[in-house]
């Protein structure tokens, strides 16, 4: 009796690494041009190759809703949120930062630090956020995505795309943000003017003959005080 054409066996679909994010804890970097906060982040591949290289880009928002606050922290985000009475409605997350890390070549776990640069303008969402915490902790909540290099049981390379459903979760430690701050601007805060209430300012303090723009500022708010007083 007649045999068929052989047939070869289907092959096996390779398996992709998938890999999984935590972030294991955040510190000052005390030696950096300027304020930075460090995230050391953890990655584990499951399945597939060994990972060859990562390409990550980050995204760090502020969960605001995932946390209390106090009276005092609640007069503090005013300017964020609304008064807190519709805080129900008002109160939401906040875009912190988009960071791009490139981690090496690892087998099963490692871990690398995502270093976020910190800024005292007032204008930025997050400053305001975190200036504005007594204490405690600040939820955040990160997702990633970027391209990762990975072996094939051949040893060929192969490419394949990280999801922005991969994510991670962290509380950070106020204390860690005023210590980045503190590192670069100890007992100080910066204040962002435009240049025509600058020059007004300066010429204010001219005619005053006063040495500091602290003093400066004291004097107009003595006035500004003295003339709100019953």
Known sequence: MPLGPATSPRATPEATPALQFAVVGAEAVRFAAGPMIAFRL???????????SLALAVQIRIAAT??????????????????????????????????????????????????????????????????????GEAPLELTFNGTMFYAAPDGAMRVALVPWTSEATYRLPVAVWREAMDLHFAGSAWLRVSADVFERLRAYRGRGTLATWDATLDALLTARERDLEP
């Open 42 to 52: 953890r990655v584990t591949r499951v399945g597939g190759g060994p990972i060859r």
């Open 66 to 135: 995932r946390r209390a606050y106090d009276d005092a922290e609640r007069a503090r985000l005013v300017e964020l949120f609304g008064d807190p009475a519709d805080w129900g409605r008002n109160l939401q997350s906040l875009l912190w930062t988009h960071q791009s890390v490139v981690v090496p070549a690892f087998e099963d776990v490692t871990e690398v630090d995502v270093t976020v640069p910190c800024t005292y303008d007032f204008e930025v969402s997050a400053t305001k956020y975190l200036y504005g915490l007594e204490g």
